[in-house]
T-cell receptor
Framework: GENVEQHPSTLSVQEGDSAVIKCTYS??????FPWYKQELGKRPQLIID?????GEKKDQRIAVTLNKTAKHFSLHITETQPEDSAVYFC???????????FGTGTRLKVLA | KAGVTQTPRYLIKTRGQQVTLSCSPI?????VSWYQQTPGQGLQFLFE???????NKGNFPGRFSGRQFSNSRSEMNVSTLELGDSALYLC??????????????FGPGTRLLVL
């Protein structure tokens, strides 16, 4: 069945460094890939998304890249700040069923 | 627009009881999905409702059920509660499903504790 693998499960970086989180999906029919940030005790919040007809998208310090051939997409955060500390989830959505499959999450810690 | 709301926010139940959780989507959104979140398990998809019909279903036992009303509000029910059902239950709504209408917005969740 559909599966989304997310790595790493935890990531610690120094403030100001970059962080990269990678996801791999199995369903070639997936065409929409959102990334969510979940702070402790709060709901997941969409931070960036990308559709299958685009290879890269940026929003200030955040960027997402998509490689459809390899079926993987990555989240890049540059100049990390302590407030970037949270759990990040990737997801893939099937274009036919509209079903979302989420990765297992990455706990990012930005050390001041 | 008001965001996705969920009630109640917290629940304590005992094994064997049943529980009903409610989700009100963003106005105009017709798709509501439910997820179970437990530590270390990420977001497990339960089911999705669109226009009062279950459109997708995850791999949960039949004790988990849901429905959607004509105003797009959704409820999920868990019968014969087990200790392992303790989790944060999140709902998310989206416009419909087609291109440029996929974005899901999450509610604050209902935290269920089964004793």
């Amino acid at each position: 069945g559909e599966n989304v693998e997310q790595h790493p499960s935890t990531l610690s970086v120094q403030e100001g460094d970059s962080a990269v989180i990678k996801c791999t999906y199995s369903d070639s029919a997936s065409n929409y890939f959102p990334w969510y940030k979940q702070e402790l005790g709060k709901r997941p919040q969409l931070i960036i998304d990308i559709r299958s007809n685009v290879g890269e998208k940026k929003d200030q310090r955040i960027a997402v890249t998509l490689n459809k051939t390899a079926k993987h997409f990555s989240l890049h955060i540059t100049e990390t700040q302590p407030e970037d500390s949270a759990v990040y989830f990737c997801a893939a959505r099937d274009s036919g069923t509209y079903k979302y499959i989420f990765g297992t999450g990455t706990r990012l810690k930005v050390l001041a | 627009k008001a965001g996705v709301t969920q009630t109640p926010r917290y629940l304590i139940k005992t094994r064997g009881q049943q529980v009903t959780l409610s989700c009100s989507p963003i106005s105009g959104h017709r798709s509501v999905s439910w997820y179970q979140q437990t530590p270390g398990q990420g977001l497990q998809f339960l089911f999705e409702y669109f226009s009062e019909t279950q459109r997708n279903k995850g791999n949960f036992p039949g004790r988990f059920s849901g429905r959607q009303f004509s105003n797009s509000r959704s409820e999920m029910n868990v019968s014969t509660l087990e200790l392992g059902d303790s989790a944060l239950y999140l709902c998310a709504s989206s416009l419909a499903g087609g291109t440029n209408q996929e974005t899901q917005y999450f509610g604050p969740g209902t935290r269920l504790l089964v004793l």
